[in-house]
């Protein structure tokens, strides 16, 4: 009888390269199991990658395949981005338009009878490459400026498209009819070693869809945590990697 296989996603990670010449890349581990939830072990399986936009069926922005072996735990390790290459360009998706979703298809006999084993949404981490595609403050085509947060304060226009660093822990205040940021816009946010990164809406202002909502970044000693912030409505925002 032939059997079904699912594919369990593991770690979804970004490797942001600094040369042209260097592919940008999202790092991706996943297990490959039986129906019955028997690893599949040292085994060659085919595995095609999907990228989607706007939703889990939305529009094919990115489709690659590749050709892995399975190791001892049924463990496959890849990178989206250096695969054989199907629809389109990953170093030219436009991260600042989403969100999307990756969509990952398995043939465990390492052909292209691939079934499709889950799609799986992509929230803070792969906006790490929003700062090549947004249109930033800074003078450098394609990067986002740095902003220094080291005490709290309210939102300010030079923060719209730029990368918040907070180092000492610091309150973040989304105020109502913030006029310089446009819907769709967004802006990247980071706690550094140690510092807690608190973002607070306002009075009318909604955080995840809950009034005068909040959200913590909180890093710890030697680590990052990081996140972004994105404009939904006139007092509304989503914000993602808590």
């Known amino acids: 009888m032939k059997l079904a296989y699912t594919l369990l996603l593991l770690f979804v990670t970004v490797t942001l390269k600094v040369f042209a010449q260097s592919p940008e890349k999202m790092s991706y581990q996943a297990i490959v199991r039986a129906q019955d939830n028997s690893l599949v072990v040292n085994s060659r399986v085919s ?9 889990a069926t939305g529009t094919n922005v990115y489709l690659e395949t590749h050709s892995v072996t399975t190791n001892a735990n049924g463990l496959v390790s890849l990178e989206i981005g250096t695969g054989t290459i199907g629809t389109g360009d990953f170093s030219k998706i436009a991260w600042d338009k989403g969100p999307y979703f990756i969509e990952t298809q398995v043939d465990v ?5 691939y079934n499709i084993t889950g799609v799986t949404q992509l ?52 105020t109502a009819d913030f006029g310089s940021m446009a819907i769709g816009e967004t802006i990247n946010l980071e706690a550094h070693n140690g510092a807690v990164l608190t973002i607070q809406a306002a009075s009318g202002v909604t955080i995840n869809y809950n009034a005068a909502g909040s959200g913590k970044f909180t890093s710890t000693a030697g680590n990052v945590r990081f996140g972004f912030l994105r404009k939904t409505g006139t007092n509304s925002y989503i914000i993602s990697g808590q």
Request: charged share 10%.
């Open 47 to 55: 595995l095609r990658i999907i990228v989607h936009q706007g939703t």
């Open 123 to 174: 929230l803070s981490v792969p906006y790490a490459l929003y700062a090549k595609t947004a249109g930033g403050t800074s003078s450098t085509p394609f990067r986002s400026a740095i902003v220094s947060f080291t005490a709290s304060r309210n939102i300010a226009a030079g923060d719209v498209n730029n990368t918040i660093e907070c180092t000492a822990s610091s309150t973040l205040t989304l």
């Open 109 to 113: 006999k390492g052909g292209s009878n």
